[in-house]
């Protein structure tokens, strides 16, 4: 509700405890800000029961915070892209799509935040520039703990983070080719 009712440039501060929602941010420069990612007393996302997002990849799979674009074509080309989004102090976890997502997305920041044991990505960016990625946690995630693609000119900066217990830590893929390489580490 908060998120809904924010004005752009608006601070939303989430106390501790643990929430059973997904979360959708599509204006700009909303700060996102938890109590911290750990699970005693900082702020953790739980799937909801019959959760749904705009950001699912199909019925039953929905991320636990979603920054997506403000408007697509009608090819699903990204027309407006939502900026200046900060995400931080969230633990997110057990979530049936990814931890965090970004899709759309122009100098957003992500930091201070763990995803974990979730059925996609921990923390990924897609057709997204400029992102800052800093002091994250993912693991135990199905696919990579942190995932950057889809978009030659990505310009994402990703320091300071801890990936473990994924078949890949980290996925990087342009788009700028027809059939793009995937580089992982």
Not at 12 to 27: D, H, S, Y
Not at 113 to 126: H, K, R
Not at 145 to 151: P, T
């Amino acid at each position: 509700a908060a998120i809904n009712a924010a004005a752009p440039g608006t601070t939303i501060n989430v106390a501790p405890g643990t929430f059973k929602e997904t979360l959708l941010l599509r204006k700009d420069n909303i700060r996102l800000i938890g109590a911290g990612d750990n699970p005693y007393n900082g702020t953790v996302l739980e799937p909801p029961q019959g959760g749904r997002s705009f950001c699912g990849d199909g019925p039953g799979s929905f991320p636990g915070i979603c920054v997506v674009a403000k408007k697509f074509d009608q090819n699903f080309n990204v027309v407006t892209p939502v900026q200046g989004v900060e995400v931080s102090g969230f633990l997110v976890r057990n979530f049936p799509g990814d931890g965090i997502v970004s899709f759309g997305g122009s100098h957003l920041s992500f930091h201070q935040n763990t995803a974990a044991n979730n059925a996609g990505y921990g923390i990924t960016s897609f057709v997204s520039t400029g992102n800052v990625f800093d002091h994250l946690i993912a693991f135990n995630n199905a696919e990579p703990g942190f995932y950057i693609g889809d978009l030659p000119t990505a310009a994402v900066t990703l320091t300071n983070r801890l990936s473990s217990g994924h078949q890949q830590g980290i996925s990087v893929r342009p788009a700028n080719t027809a059939h793009p390489p995937t580089h992982s580490l």
